[in-house]
């Protein structure tokens, strides 16, 4: 699909959005645009299968997200999100690099609630800010399964227990390997599943 590839090769130099021009940003906007009216699945909430899984942040404009890079002596790696439909949990987690030994991580856990054929809600749960070394951590998927087995970590480990910490997100696209979604502060992702 042409408008697929456009997107890809459009993000493709901008770091996940981090060194995005304000022009590129403009084009990357329209082909996801353009992408969206083509999406195969039209009820996405219903496409367990294709929503299930662990993906991988291509590009975003979400400034959250984006500041992660921002501090001095680190630097932001990959960015997952990992969906797992059976019990309506989202995981996000992002990988920081930066001064040896002192490789991390910030994760984010997440109940979402149906709203529509396509918005969910989601409500977060859990923040865990940690050394790479100190938990163990080698992938999103082992990592995930520690959380969910209800394991204690030696970091920064809390509960979020505020209603102001919910926000909402329409899937606007998702086929096989690729995902957007559009959040309630007018953010854009792009993700790949991994």
């Known amino acids: 699909m ?17 060194i995005a021009t304000e022009t590129q940003k403009q084009s990357i906007l329209a082909a996801i645009a353009s992408l969206e009216d083509l999406n195969p699945t039209p009820r996405p909430l219903e496409a367990r299968d294709r929503l299930n899984g662990d993906w991988r942040l291509l590009y975003t404009t979400s400034r959250g997200l984006l500041n992660l890079d ?6 932001l790696g990959q960015i997952y999100q990992c969906i797992r439909v059976n019990n309506n949990s989202v995981y996000n987690i992002a990988e920081i690099y930066g ?17 529509s054929i396509r918005r969910v809600q989601v409500k977060f ?23 969910e087995s209800g394991k ?16 909402w997100l329409d899937i606007t696209y998702i086929d096989d390997d690729l995902r957007i979604g559009r959040g309630n502060e007018g953010s854009v992702f792009v993700l790949t599943k991994i």
Request: aromatic content about 12%; hydrophobic content about 45%.
């Open 99 to 115: 001064l040896p030994y002192l490789e991390g991580l910030v994760s984010v856990s997440a109940k979402f609630e149906p709203l």
């Open 125 to 147: 749960e859990r923040s865990i800010i940690a050394l790479t070394r100190v938990v163990g951590y080698k992938t999103p998927t082992e990592f995930i399964q520690q959380i």
């Open 2 to 18: 042409f408008e697929k590839s456009a997107l890809i090769n459009a993000i493709a130099s901008t770091n996940r959005g981090l």
């Open 152 to 167: 204690k970590f030696m970091a920064f480990d809390f509960a979020i227990k505020s209603n102001n910490q919910q926000g």
């Open 70 to 75: 921002r501090f001095p002596f680190l630097q």
